[in-house]
Each structure stands twice: as C-alpha cells, then as structure tokens.
C-alpha cells in the first residue's frame, strides 16, 4: 500500500484543538480537505506528520508554535488613531477586522484584532490568530493521489 511522499496530494479529514480542548478548525465544518504535500497548505508540522502515512492511517500530533502558527511577533503590534476607521466604526477591544495591507508590492486583505482601546489609540496585532499556541491535530488519510 502506497505512502505519503512528499508532492503527493492527500484527501484528509482533520479536526484541530488548542490545550484546553476547544476546536479551532474541523474539516467536519467543511468536508475534507485536499492538499499537496509540503505545498504550504497547512502549517509545516502538520504537513511534515502525513509523510509516510497511509491511506486509512489515523495519527495524532501536538504541534508546538514553531512547527504550527509560529510565536507571536511584536513588530505586528500596531498602534494608530481611531481615525483610520471612519465614523461609521467604533473600535471595540476583541474586535476583528479584514484590512488591507501591502506586502511585496500587492495589496492582500488579512485578518486583525484589536486588542486595546486607549482613547484616541488603537492598537491592532496582525498576528495569525494561532500564533503562539501549540495545536492538536487529529487527521485520517482518506486518499493518496
């Protein structure tokens, strides 16, 4: 029976969870998940653990942040004035907002949450919502190809 190399694409079914338990993402949400392995997909760690699998294996991972989201960088802590949202938004702590920022010369619109709200300033992490946290990955090879 065939096993997962690296390039191959793989059907999965995969449920994450944080520490405590809590799912933060499920492909019972949104049917199962295909990908090329190594192609960037999912984080590093996750794609590194299907290497070798087959197809029907089950496997269990606890990826620390390095192999998952990566740590929390404090350079993508920004503060700026509650201006820059308009008058139709008031920023509220918790908050996430889609914004527009650009990187390598195109505009890409990615989450933010604001984490603080300090009178006239606002500060916004842009940190993927994971970053920081190790993740628990429950998967199911469902096909090779």
Do not use: C, W
Not at 16 to 42: K, Y
Request: aromatic residues 6%; glycine residues 12%; hydrophobic residues 35%.
């Amino acid at each position: 029976m065939k096993k997962v190399t690296q390039g191959d694409h793989v059907t999965i079914e995969y449920k994450g969870m944080l520490e405590n338990g809590d799912t933060v993402e499920s492909s019972a949400d949104t049917g199962p998940f295909e990908l090329e392995v190594g192609g960037g997909a999912m984080p590093p760690g996750f794609e590194n653990a299907l290497i070798n699998m087959r197809e029907g294996e089950e496997k269990t991972v606890v990826l620390q942040p390095d192999e998952a989201f990566g740590h929390k960088d404090k350079k993508l802590l920004h503060k700026v004035d509650r201006s820059v949202f308009g008058k139709n938004i008031t920023p509220k702590t918790g908050m996430v907002l889609g914004m527009t920022v650009d990187k390598d010369g195109q505009k890409q619109k990615i989450p933010a949450l604001i984490t603080a709200v300090n009178g006239e300033e606002v500060t916004i992490d842009f940190n993927h919502p994971l970053a920081g946290k190790a993740i628990t990955y429950k998967f199911i090879v469902t096909a090779i190809k």
